[in-house]
């Protein structure tokens, strides 16, 4: 696989950031950021596409897959996709800031 690739892949692995009250509270204490990721994605990966997007120092990467959820839609039922989280811990002193306001 050759460097152009490889960093071409690592750009489509991170979704967008996942907020929510429980992500919130991870990140405040332990410096975790959670993120939704590619269901393909390894955590090799998620931790090469974090330090190449945010220049940041990554400690440690843990995966969750989320199945989806049994919902009626009107009078049938469906399944809502299934989709993959990644929680992403910071060294000490690194930040990422989705703001962006200095």
């Known amino acids: 696989m050759s460097a152009s690739h490889n960093k071409e892949r690592l750009m489509t692995v991170l979704l967008g950031p996942h907020?929510?009250?429980?992500?919130?509270?991870?990140?405040?204490?332990?410096?975790?950021?959670?993120?939704r990721v590619r269901r393909d994605s390894t955590k090799h990966e998620i931790r090469g596409a974090v330090e190449m997007m945010f220049e940041v120092s990554v400690k440690e990467v843990r995966v969750v897959n989320c199945r989806g959820k049994i919902k009626r839609f009107g009078q049938e039922w469906g399944q809502r996709n299934a989709w993959k989280k990644a929680y992403v811990t910071l060294a000490d002193g690194d930040n990422i800031d989705f703001v962006g306001a200095d």
């Open 19 to 35: 907020v929510s009250e429980k992500s919130t509270t991870v990140g405040e204490k332990h410096n975790q950021i959670v993120f």
